[in-house]
């Protein structure tokens, strides 16, 4: 189970919204001076914010070709459990008998009760106080990234205490 | 609460998890569950283990008070 491409999807997510969030310093920064033309699109950011900008651009790149390499080896290992990197449906969810669908959906009710209470709160703070976009940015993905780590937690508990 | 005794029966047969989990075509893991009264098996999986297990489904799940 520790092998299944599925256990470990959320850690993913979670790698590529960290990247994210450094990649938002770059964009979101009031230094950051965007021109558009009609035939061209120029963008410039002072040096910090270009050079984050730059790097999480990289490591984005960096780590989706790591990301196609082991889902292509997941793949051809499992040829009857393949995933899709264009599924709308989060691969992550493990439904391949009755059991591992309860478990699924127990920590997808963590989840759902997680953002229930995130996004509402958050968007409060954020009618209530002058936060600056940056901040805005954090808050959405660090509440991404709270909804895969609280999934992923989960399923490990459970397939934990399985495997005992 | 659903109680049974599917570990004690499994161990009588000398099955594995992994080994009663194919004839009855789930995952090793749900067996663990079952085992651990974590999950409560559908009528069809109940069956299906009472048939291995040679049991009748009452002698293998029962309810007790909590």
Do not use: C
């Not at chain 2, 499994?10 to 085992?35: C, H, M, N, P, W």
């Amino acid at each position: 189970m520790k092998q299944d491409f599925r256990m470990t999807y959320p850690l993913w997510n979670m790698a590529f919204i960290l990247i994210l969030a450094v990649m938002a310093v770059g964009f979101t920064s009031s230094l950051v001076n965007v021109t558009k033309t009609d035939s061209s699109l120029s963008i410039e950011t002072q040096a910090v914010e270009g050079f984050l900008l730059f790097a999480a651009l990289i490591a984005y790149l960096v780590l989706i070709t790591i990301y196609l390499i082991a889902l292509q080896s997941y793949n051809r290992k499992n040829p009857g459990k393949k995933i899709s990197p264009f599924s709308m449906r989060p691969p992550e969810y493990m439904e391949q008998d009755e059991g591992m669908t309860f478990i699924t959906r127990k920590a997808v009710q963590k989840v759902y009760t997680f953002i229930t209470w995130t996004l509402p709160f958050f968007a409060l703070i954020v009618m209530l106080f002058p936060i600056p976009r940056l901040f805005i940015v954090w808050g959405i993905l660090a509440v991404a990234f709270g909804q895969n780590l609280i999934y992923y937690m989960e399923m490990r508990r459970h397939l934990k205490e399985a495997a005992e | 609460m659903l109680k049974n005794r599917v570990k004690e029966l499994r161990a009588r047969y000398g099955y594995t998890q992994s080994e009663l989990g194919k004839q009855v075509d789930v995952t090793r893991q749900t067996i663990a569950f079952i085992e651990k009264g974590e999950f409560s098996p559908s009528i069809t999986l109940s069956l299906k283990l009472a048939k291995v297990l040679q049991v009748e489904v009452g002698d293998l799940f029962w309810l007790e008070e909590e």
